[in-house]
């Protein structure tokens, strides 16, 4: 969950931040920060007015692709899977695993079989 996938099209190293991200049904906002550290990637999402400046922490094993040369990130989730999650919280995030799995445990329990 909290590593890219293989087949996503992402490249170690890559600078994220702006990307626009979609779900399986549009647009849902933009990266804010994201980490590719092995066991922990994630992405950071700024849903902007969509759902009123909601920050989400989206495990890299959601990620389905990546175009780096349009600038997108592709998820493997709907917009309301995306709106229901629970918010980011940045003074948990870090070193916090009890809310990593809490995280970890609502993304796949909403994953594609």
């Known amino acids: 969950m909290w590593g890219y996938e293989p087949n996503s099209g992402y490249i170690a190293g890559t600078d994220l931040t702006g990307y626009k991200v979609?779900?399986?049904?549009g647009s849902v906002g933009k990266v804010d920060k994201h980490s590719d550290d092995?066991?922990?990637a994630y992405l950071v999402v700024d849903t902007g007015v969509w759902i009123f400046g909601k920050h989400v922490l989206l495990p890299a094993g959601t990620v389905s692709g990546v175009d780096a040369?349009?600038?997108r990130i592709f998820v493997d989730l709907t917009k309301d899977q995306?709106?229901?999650s629970p918010e980011f919280d940045k003074d948990k995030h870090i070193g916090?695993?009890?809310y990593h799995e809490q995280i970890g445990d609502y993304y796949q329990s909403?994953?594609?079989p």
Do not use: C, F, P, Y
Request: aromatic residues 0%; proline residues 0%.
């Open 82 to 84: 995306i709106k229901d």
């Open 110 to 112: 909403h994953r594609r």
């Open 69 to 71: 040369e349009g600038k």
């Open 38 to 40: 092995v066991g922990s």
């Open 96 to 98: 916090d695993s009890v």
């Open 22 to 25: 979609e779900a399986t049904d």
